[in-house]
């Protein structure tokens, strides 16, 4: 399995630009959460969903922020406009609902850089 | 609302310690709990899960135990080596995996 797969890996854009970030989860898993991790506020979950459903995106900082599933196998987050204050590393991960002993296993992460 | 407190915020060691590290939590009522190793610049990678009815795990010179009454965990690393230097973050989950802030290690050789 080539785990969770985000891409890019660095983005760097002009503020007021839009940006967006996607993830492709493990093939089987069932829920996707999205984390922001900043150096002032560690990691932050911003939505997660289940079933390709949003389940609680009270994360989410502002509306600027949205993010969409729709399928089983693909995730995006957009920022629009994007702010210098977005910049973070940006990470996704996948786990299985139906077993909710099992762990959680997270994507190599995008770091956004906003100019 | 589910706060992960992680202890010492930062640690250095010579080469060779054995040394523990420290995970609180505020609601016990948690499914399992997951010990993450973060190095600069890059992604988490996980290192042991203790599901909520599990006292310990152990993987290599890891040693991670739960005590879900009164919401500890800790983890142990044996001999630790100059690559055991990284962040260290603690995450409970029930709907959500909650993070605490990490415990950022050093091992001097």
């Known amino acids: 399995d080539a785990g969770v797969i985000q891409s890019p890996r660095h983005e760097v854009t002009e503020m007021g630009q839009e940006v967006t970030l996607r993830c492709k989860p493990i093939?089987?898993?069932?829920?996707l959460f999205w984390y922001r991790q900043t150096m002032m506020r560690g990691l932050e979950l911003l939505i997660y969903?289940?079933?390709?459903?949003?389940?609680?995106d009270s994360g989410m900082p502002e509306d600027r922020f949205s993010a969409k599933m729709p399928n089983a196998s693909f995730s995006t987050l957009k920022i629009q406009p994007s702010e210098p204050r977005d910049s973070a590393v940006y990470f996704c991960a996948s786990s299985t609902r139906t077993d909710l002993n099992y762990g959680y296993t997270f994507g190599s992460g995008t770091r956004l850089t906003v100019v | 609302k589910q706060e992960v407190t992680q202890i010492p915020a930062a640690l250095s060691v010579p080469e060779g310690e054995n040394l523990v590290l420290n995970c609180s939590f505020t609601d016990s009522a948690i499914y399992n709990l997951q010990w993450f190793r973060q190095d600069p610049g890059k992604g988490l990678t996980s290192l042991l899960l203790i599901q909520s009815s599990q006292r310990e795990q152990t993987s290599g010179r890891l040693n991670a135990s739960l005590d879900k009454s009164s919401g500890r965990s800790t983890l142990y690393i044996a001999a630790s080596q100059p690559g055991d230097s990284a962040t260290y973050l603690c995450?409970?989950?029930?709907?959500?995996?909650?993070f605490g802030a990490g415990t950022i290690l050093r091992v001097k050789s």
């Open positions: 995450a409970v989950k029930k709907d959500k995996l909650v």
């Open positions: 093939s089987g898993h069932n829920s």
């Open positions: 969903f289940n079933n390709n459903v949003p389940i609680d």
